[in-house]
């Protein structure tokens, strides 16, 4: 059965007073927000598992990170979505809303010490592949762990983190 809105926003405000506990976690308003964006993604039996700020490369990346945006990846059961939405009056550019769905199961990759401009606000870079897409994500916390959820082996995921990184030498 799927989760309403309030009862979306009570589990992440759940979610995030464990955060805050760690001294990571969100405005109570952020927790509201995200919730508006997931309940419209959220499928029947999926839950939320953790969320955490998160950023991708693009043109709205100026934004990111203040009062204009919010971007983060929340971890379902199921799946890992990225979301990147304008505040105010950026809310009106459609360039400033994407969502990434990526299923779980299958996805291989890893998580490394994020080297670019952005390391301060966001000291981890995420490097995953899924169904042949490459994505790199740059995130606020160690998600390691919520890569190991897919059913893939270490030799098989040891060559696609491999294969990745040739393509992204090759693209760069």
């Not at 916390?141 to 270490?154: F, P, R």
């Amino acid at each position: 059965m799927k989760l309403s809105q309030n009862e979306l926003n009570q589990k992440l405000r759940e979610i995030n007073e464990k955060k805050i506990l760690n001294g990571n976690g969100f405005l109570m308003q952020g927790t509201n927000k995200i919730g508006k964006d997931m309940c419209p993604l959220l499928q029947d039996g999926e839950e939320i598992v953790d969320f955490f700020e998160a950023r991708i490369n693009s043109l709205f990346k100026v934004f990111k990170g203040t009062r204009y945006a919010r971007c983060y990846i929340v971890i379902t059961t199921r799946r890992i979505i990225y979301i990147e939405r304008g505040n105010m009056i950026m809310s009106l550019n459609p360039l400033a809303k994407k969502t990434i769905i990526i299923e779980r199961a299958g996805v291989v990759g890893e998580v490394v010490n994020n080297n670019g401009l952005e390391k301060l606000t966001y000291p981890y870079l995420m490097k995953i592949c899924s169904n042949g897409t490459q994505y790199e994500i740059a995130v606020s916390n160690d998600i390691s762990a919520y890569l190991q959820m897919g059913e893939t082996t270490d030799e098989v995921t040891e060559k696609s983190v491999q294969d990745m990184t040739q393509t992204n030498a090759t693209n760069q």
